[in-house]
């Protein structure tokens, strides 16, 4: 195959990747493996390189590396770098994440490292907390660009060895050992961000790609052309049920699943390439199918960051009004990019009089030179909340902070009472400010609540807008909190959950929520279950009702979370009291989110004191400190009885 050879059916499947990441993103319903459009885009891009590589040794017995390289630089990197630029210079106005993370995901971005970057980090694509980067998805360039840099280093050196047969061996055997490999370490157990993000894990759809290109380079028989005209509709098909159906977080593509992708994806390749007249190349030659696959690097590069920031907070649409404004900025973000900038760089029409060396070089420089300084911009004003800023503090409002800070009461007892609070996040921060100083008020507050701590961990969870394993943070809830009883034994356990229980959960085969009464009674029944485990030795227990929370961060569609709708909060909060009169005598209920939200409502700051964080769900400092003395007394008083015979005995 000629080295110029273009087969106009792969810009088809381009543009069929392109949309399903985007209809991912946006949330549209029946695309919930959308972001299998990525391995669409490795396979196809382990099989042009290769192709590229055979073709060019094929016509002048070699391949230069550097030129390789460079066609590399001028094809990529002037939309990355306005992608860069552009997110950098914006977030110095609009902060969708905090200055610091972005500065962080920027440098990863340029040395093409975001895919470890955010495997480092523990960013899980798939059940975000809080505002995703809008630099998130360069992690898919990152794991291209690596493979660019190393795969022909590897053909190069195979080929002068073995030839093309010697390189259909290598990539069918890096297929296979990367498939392998992801087997291993999911049954190891190794988390959704490692697996997702992972070069190793996601190499095998790259060096399938890789395989198929050596293999039809070699000439191919009549019965295999034959074959491609069936197996390309069927590859169809299998593409098209995963970008249904697969979840991301779930096993399938961990223990085989990304293989099949890039099967059925090479599939559809050797379809195109081998049965050009026949009906699914020419469907997917149409022209405007094939305008969309030609700017189908920029549609993914610029989509993300304009989905963050044109959100239903800023423009007051959501479904298909905020699909379509998004749709035309990022369309027309990706055409005069691609037309303007991207394009004539690419084929030297800039610069082309100082040599495809020098304006290589300078693409790669700018990259490098110009990000520390967007690094620097990014330091700008914004920060990453959108609360509104609080009114200036009185000196009233100043007396009360002071307050907060000064030593409690004289202890009430020689005795301390022992609490301990189990909970999910709210209650590990609450406790961050309850502790403060609790012997003053005769209570030691043992904090043993955990984050993404669920009573179903192993369901899964809509929470912000991505369905996902739920929390992981008290995985066998039942047994750990039976031994902490045993060991510690309490004279009062307090208990803060319901952040994951008022999500959308996947419960018996149907997404239900805490207002449906089959999913009700069965949290209640787990709830009575936590009950009399926390008792077991005696102690009291007290449900401590859950604070109304106000993310900022909204569903793909532009729609509001639904944990942000008060009505699931309270339904939550009145199960708890249900809960607690099943086991009167042992069980009561604590109004924590009278204490936090008096006006019946949300409340940020009570009093000029921000009580809750910045990420407008979790409790701050000041805020557990606020509540201590309408909180500690009453852990102070429930078990007592039980710590003065514990004494006495």
């Known amino acids: 195959m000629p080295v110029s050879t273009r087969i106009p059916g792969l810009d088809g499947l381009r543009a069929l990747a392109v949309c399903a990441v985007l209809a991912f993103h946006f949330g549209v319903p029946g695309v919930g493996g959308g972001m299998l459009g990525v391995d669409i885009f490795f396979a196809l891009s382990g099989f042009l390189i290769t192709t590229l590589l055979l073709a060019e040794r094929a016509e002048t017995g070699g391949v230069s590396l550097g030129r390789f390289w460079q066609r590399r630089a001028r094809r990529l990197l002037p939309a990355l770098i306005l992608t860069l630029a552009g997110t950098a210079v914006l977030s110095h106005w609009v902060a969708l994440v905090p200055a610091a993370q972005l500065r962080g995901d920027l440098l990863a971005a340029v040395y093409y490292g975001s895919n470890w970057h955010y495997v480092a980090a523990g960013e899980n694509y798939f059940s975000q907390y809080g505002a995703p980067s809008p630099l998130l998805h360069l992690w898919s360039l990152a794991v291209e660009e690596q493979f660019y840099l190393v795969w022909p280093l590897v053909a190069v050196l195979v080929l002068r060895r073995w030839g093309r047969v010697g390189v259909m061996a290598v990539a069918g055997a890096g297929t296979v050992a990367s498939t392998v490999w992801t087997l291993v370490l999911y049954r190891h157990g190794a988390g959704v961000s490692r697996l997702y993000y992972g070069t190793d894990t996601r190499a095998q759809t790259l060096l399938a790609g890789a395989t198929l290109a050596a293999a039809l380079a070699g000439g191919v028989p009549a019965w295999v052309r034959s074959a491609a005209r069936w197996a390309g509709p069927a590859g169809l098909a299998g593409l098209l049920w995963c970008l249904h159906d697969v979840s991301g977080s779930a096993g399938f593509l961990y223990q085989g699943g990304f293989l099949v992708v ?23 030659s149409l022209r405007p199918v094939r305008y969309l696959g030609r700017i189908s690097y920029g549609l993914y590069l610029y989509h993300w960051p304009l989905f963050l920031l044109l959100d239903h907070a800023r423009t007051g649409l959501s479904g298909p009004g905020l699909l379509g404004l998004r749709l035309v900025a990022t369309g027309t973000t990706a055409a005069v990019s691609f037309h303007l900038i991207e394009e004539p760089i690419r084929s030297g029409r800039l610069g082309r009089a100082r040599g495809r060396w020098r304006a290589a070089g300078a693409l790669s420089a700018g990259a490098v030179l110009g990000s520390a300084g967007l690094l620097a911009v990014t330091a700008g004003p914004a920060t990453a ?75 899964t969870v809509n929470i912000n807008g991505a369905p996902g394993p739920a929390g992981q943070g008290c995985p066998d809830w039942a047994s750990q909190w039976a031994q902490l009883v045993q060991s510690q034994d309490p004279d009062v356990v307090a208990v803060e959950l319901g952040r994951f229980e008022t999500a959308d959960r996947l419960y018996e085969g149907r997404w239900v929520s805490v207002g449906d009464a089959v999913f009700a009674a069965h949290l209640q029944a787990e709830v009575v279950e936590a009950i009399d485990i926390l008792s077991a030795r005696g102690a009291k227990v007290v449900l401590m009702t859950l604070p109304y929370v106000d993310q900022t961060t909204e569903e793909p569609d532009g729609s509001p979370l639904p944990i942000n709708d008060p009505a699931r909060t309270r339904a939550w909060n009145a199960l708890l009291g249900r809960a607690a009169a099943q086991r009167p005598g042992v069980a009561s209920v604590l109004n924590v989110n009278a204490m936090l939200d008096p006006g019946g409502h949300y409340a940020d700051f009570i009093d000029g004191i921000r009580v809750r964080s910045t990420d407008r769900e979790h409790i701050s400092a000041a805020g557990g400190m606020l509540v201590r003395h309408l909180v500690l007394p009453v852990l102070a008083q429930v078990g007592l009885a039980h710590a003065d015979a514990r004494v006495d005995g």
């Open 262 to 284: 890039a099967v059925a994806a090479g599939a559809v390749v050797a379809a195109a390439a081998l049965q050009p007249g026949a009906g699914l190349a020419r469907a997917l």
């Open 385 to 459: 909340s959108a609360v509104t800023p609080p009114t200036p503090v009185t000196p009233a409002q100043a007396r009360v902070a002071t307050a907060l800070l000064a030593p409690g009461p004289p202890p009430s007892t020689t005795r301390p009472v022992r609490a301990m609070l189990v909970g999910d996040s709210i209650g590990v921060t609450l406790a961050q400010g309850l502790q403060v100083g609790s012997l003053g008020w005769g209570v030691a507050l043992d904090d043993q609540a955990a984050l993404g701590c669920d009573l179903d961990p192993g369901t």
